[in-house]
């Protein structure tokens, strides 16, 4: 079946430092790719997505590439803030009236 | 406007009991969702609706019951409460689209603790 396997965390960083939150599926077909975000007390937001190999999702500075030699879709960003502090959610879809499949989250805190 | 909303935000109740949560999105979605999400934050969907009909229903206890009266409401009913279903209980919607690469709108969660 499909699944999302995302790093664990706790991921602490200082401000301003570089983010990589590494992201790889298993799935079944052309699936597409999303890196939801989860800021405290809230639901989840999209934040990118990439429907096609190759295709960069990017959003608020973060960037996504769908990479499926290597069945990754790894988050990133340059210069992390304080208020990126959430948890990071990878998922896929695998086609149409298909279910969405969550990785388990990746706590992002950023110190000023 | 809340696109997805669903109330209460906290619900508190006894083991036992029955309760409900409710769920509006006034996107003119097509499906709807019940996402169950616990302590560690993994994210496990329940139940998946398309115009009011029923397409997703995970292993999930028969205490769960999903209602949508029409494809603008979902609402979960749970019977028999007991701890291990405290959890944030979350309500999404999508449009149905080609290529799979609909994008979900989730409501901002009832926190539900069961004691």
Not at chain 1, 54 to 83: M, P
Not at chain 2, 50 to 64: A, G, Q, Y
Request: with cysteine.
């Amino acid at each position: 079946g499909n699944s999302v396997t995302q790093m664990e965390g706790p991921v602490t960083l200082s401000e301003e430092a570089f983010l990589t939150i590494n992201c790889t599926y298993t799935a079944t077909g052309y699936p597409s790719l999303f890196w939801y975000v989860q800021y405290p007390g809230e639901g989840l937001q999209l934040l990118l997505k990439a429907t096609k190999a190759d295709d960069k999702g990017s959003n608020k500075g973060f960037e996504a590439t769908y990479r499926k030699e290597t069945t990754s879709f790894h988050l990133e960003k340059g210069s992390v803030q304080v208020s990126d502090s959430a948890v990071y959610f990878c998922a896929l879809r695998s086609g149409y009236g298909q279910n969405f499949v969550f990785g388990p989250g990746t706590r992002l805190s950023v110190l000023p | 406007d809340t696109a997805v909303s669903q109330t209460p935000k906290y619900l508190v109740t006894q083991m036992g009991n029955d309760k409900s949560i409710k769920c509006e999105q006034n996107l003119g979605h097509d499906t709807m969702y019940w996402y169950k999400q616990d302590s560690k934050k993994f994210l496990k969907i329940m139940f998946s609706y398309n115009n009011k009909e029923l397409i997703i229903n995970e292993t999930v206890p028969n205490r769960f019951s999903p209602k949508s009266p029409d494809k603008a409401h979902l609402n979960l009913h749970i019977n028999s409460l007991e701890l291990g279903d405290s959890a944030v209980y979350f309500c999404a919607s999508s449009q149905a689209g080609e290529g799979g690469n609909e994008k979900l709108f989730f409501g901002s969660g009832t926190q539900l603790s069961v004691l």
